[in-house]
């Protein structure tokens, strides 16, 4: 089932939203500031592509480092984003059909706000295994 989900969303959505968090990531690499950011935007990209089946988890390993690059991201980019993830879930759960992919949406709105310290996990891996 999540095969099938994810081949639909790629489709309709899934393409689309890794594009954009590519061609963000692309612009933020071009700068040495920006490149841990870019690499967030290419991880989130990739989750967007294929977001069944995975989950977002916070690192335990994290520190002061990413809650300040997090504040940033969350000031200059991640509210938009979130916003935009959440509109379109809520529009996506009005039908029927949508609401496996209005939950995708949502989905996205935490990873979207702070990227920082978080890892993109199977739902069925053993603890530890991230998708890097």
Known sequence: MKTIL????LVLVGFWLFLGYLAAGV????TVIGIPFGIA??????????PFGYSVVER???GAGSLVGNILWLV???WWLA???IASGVVLCLTLIGIPFG?????LVPVSLMPLGREIV???APRGYALR
């Open 122 to 124: 199977r739902s069925d």
């Open 27 to 30: 612009l933020l690499c071009l």
């Open 76 to 78: 200059l980019a991640g």
């Open 41 to 50: 935007s290419f991880r989130i990209g990739v989750y967007a592509l294929w």
């Open 6 to 9: 994810n081949v639909i969303w």
């Open 83 to 85: 916003l935009g993830h």
């Open 103 to 107: 939950i995708a949406n949502f989905k």
């Open 60 to 62: 335990g390993d994290a």
